[in-house]
């Protein structure tokens, strides 16, 4: 027997429910493969309906929308030190350099926007990390501080073998989770994500901000418990190969 | 360039993507995004700093969307056809689960009747909770979340899928 409506179960995917309604309809969903089923669903509807958007946010912003919002006073140009510190060889950082000169000739600092995409379309279908996303998958360690307002939330060994971490951008307002695939990591979910951070820069986000459906996903996928920070440390010596 | 406005660049990115789930047109949703940031800046007193600019923009530019619609309608002018979902999303089919592709959900969330589609871009796409969500339309929580259920429900069945008719 059934007791959950989609109104419920949508809640539930949205992660409106109080952890006691959670645990109901978890247990509900061991014990019922057709409302496991449908709760799948609607998960996948949010994840299919976030990642179908992501995209804009990578797009350069239109130089007569930040004229509009009165960014005017421009050619504050901020690569440098930040770019180094993104770990790409000096051929790379003068490319990128140089595409967002053009935007940046234009919209200063906000070329930000528009740098090189953080996910980008993978060779064989889907989504993959690159520039600073792929940076700081690379890199940074769960408990550190973001750069570039990135931050990972956690890192673990998936049920198909090879590292999975969590990651949140807080300025696009994005969660996912990426996981290593050939040498590159394949976001293999993204969603909207309105936690921002208190602060207005935004750097800090705990890993436990990380919106319900990036959590249900590492529900899913993870196997044992998350890497703690040694292994985590042994699994980036390793360039995350298992 | 005073902090609101610098906040409001930063949101930017956001505003496009809000403004793309509901006017179908890239065209037509930067547009949407500058009739926004205009009203914004003309009524900048009305904000409180320290709340959400967010929730205050996103109401502004639902506003302004509602607005642009009912113009619309009296020049008699037809909504663009629902082609627009194809602009989004190409790059999205793998790693759905359950066959859900990207493409295919923003093709149909274009297709929604206008209060689902609000609904459904507030809290699917950019990630608010219902009692924001509720708030930026200004509508009682109970009615955001009969539009969720409805508006979703209507994607899942037009996309079909395991188990279900197409």
Not at chain 1, 105 to 121: C, D, K, Q, T, Y
Not at chain 2, 54 to 61: A, E, L, N, V
């Amino acid at each position: 027997m059934i007791g959950f409506d989609d109104e419920r179960l949508m809640a539930y995917v949205d992660g409106e429910l109080g952890p006691e309604v959670c645990s109901e309809i978890e247990a509900a969903m061991a014990a019922d493969p057709v409302l496991a089923e449908r709760v799948a669903r609607h998960r996948a509807l949010r994840q299919a309906a976030a990642q179908a958007f992501a995209g804009v946010l990578s797009e350069p912003v239109p130089e007569r929308l930040l004229r509009a919002a009165g960014k005017v006073e421009i050619l504050r140009p901020s690569f440098g030190a930040s770019r180094a510190a993104a770990g790409r060889p000096p051929w790379l950082q003068l490319a990128a350099m140089a595409a967002c000169l053009v935007v940046g000739l234009a919209v200063g600092r906000s070329l930000e926007f528009g740098e090189p995409a953080a996910l980008a379309p993978a060779p064989g279908g889907g989504l993959q990390a690159r520039g600073v996303l792929a940076a700081a998958l690379d890199r940074q360690l769960a408990a550190e501080p973001g750069v570039k307002k990135i931050s990972v939330g956690l890192s673990f060994r998936s049920k198909v073998g090879g590292y999975c971490r969590t990651f949140q951008m807080s300025r696009e307002a994005l969660a996912g989770l990426a996981c290593r695939r050939e040498g590159r990591w394949a976001a293999v979910m993204v969603t909207g994500s309105a936690v921002r951070g208190g602060d207005p820069q935004g750097y800090r986000m705990a890993a436990s901000a990380a919106p319900p459906a990036v959590l249900a996903a590492v529900d899913e996928m993870i196997d044992g418990a998350p890497l703690d920070r040694e292994q985590e440390i042994a699994a980036r010596a390793s360039g995350w190969r298992p | 360039m005073n902090a609101f406005q610098r906040e409001m660049v930063e949101l930017l990115p956001r505003l496009r993507r809000f403004a793309r789930a509901l006017a179908r047109d890239g065209a037509d949703a930067d547009d949407l995004v500058q009739l926004t940031v205009e009203r914004a800046l003309g009524r900048a007193d009305q904000w409180t700093a320290g709340t959400r600019l967010d929730s205050w923009m996103f109401r502004i530019m639902k506003n302004a969307w509602i607005d642009e619609a009912r113009a619309r309608q009296r020049r008699g002018r037809v909504f663009a056809p629902a082609e627009a979902g194809e602009q989004v999303g190409d790059e999205g089919a793998a790693g759905i689960e359950r066959g859900l592709e990207a493409a295919a959900v923003a093709r149909e969330i274009a297709r929604l009747p206008e209060d689902q589609r609000l609904a459904v871009a507030l809290v699917l796409v950019e990630g608010l909770s219902y009692r924001e969500a509720a708030e930026v339309l200004e509508i009682p929580e109970g009615t955001l979340t009969s539009r969720l259920v409805r508006g979703r429900n209507a994607v899942l069945e037009r996309l079909g899928g395991p188990g279900e008719r197409v």
